[in-house]
C-alpha cells in the first residue's frame, strides 16, 4: 500500500515507534535481557517521545497537509512482523532489534527526503532517524 500524503507518512511512523516501543517495554522485563533492561527502557522513553514530536509536528503542520502529496514511496518494506519476546532467545532478541532499528532508520531517512518539501516535517523525522541511530550505536557498545 503506497503512502501518499503527509498523514500517512505521519501515521505509519507512529504505529512503527508504538509497536517498537511495546516490544522494547516486553524485553525489558525479560529475564534474559536483564542486564541490558535500562537501555531498553531507555529505547521505549524515546519512542514515546518520537510519538509525541510526531504528533506535534501533525498538528503544526495540518494546513499543509493536505497540498503535499508523495508519490513512490510504500509501507511494505518497512512493515516488520510482530514478534513475541518470550517465544525466542537472546540472540533472536537482539537481532530481532537490530532489524528494528534498521527499518526505522530506512523509513526516516526516505520518509525526510519525500516530504523534502514541508522542511518542518522532513527535520522531524530526521531527529527521529537520529534517535534510532543512537540506538544502534548504544546496542554495538554493549
Do not use: C, W
Not at 509536528?57 to 495540518?62: D, G, K, Q, S, Y
Amino acid at each position: 500500500m503506497p503512502i501518499i500524503n503527509f498523514g500517512g507518512l505521519l501515521n505509519f511512523a507512529e504505529a512503527m515507534e508504538k509497536q517498537d516501543m511495546e516490544f522494547y517495554l516486553s524485553i525489558a522485563s525479560n529475564p534474559e535481557m536483564s542486564d541490558l533492561s535500562d537501555l531498553f527502557q531507555g529505547f521505549a522513553k524515546d519512542g514515546k517521545k518520537n510519538i509525541a514530536h510526531i504528533q506535534r509536528t501533525r498538528r503544526e503542520n495540518i494546513t499543509e497537509m493536505i497540498l503535499e502529496g508523495i508519490t513512490g514511496f510504500f509501507r511494505k518494506p518497512f512493515v516488520l512482523e510482530v514478534k513475541d519476546d518470550k517465544e525466542m532467545g537472546r540472540a533472536q532478541i537482539l537481532k530481532y532489534v537490530d532489524k528494528m532499528e534498521a527499518r526505522a532508520i530506512a523509513y526516516y531517512t526516505e520518509g525526510a527526503k519525500k516530504i523534502k518539501a514541508l522542511p518542518e516535517v522532513s527535520m522531524a523525522l530526521k531527529v527521529a532517524g537520529k534517535k534510532r541511530m543512537a540506538h544502534t550505536q548504544k546496542l554495538s557498545g554493549s
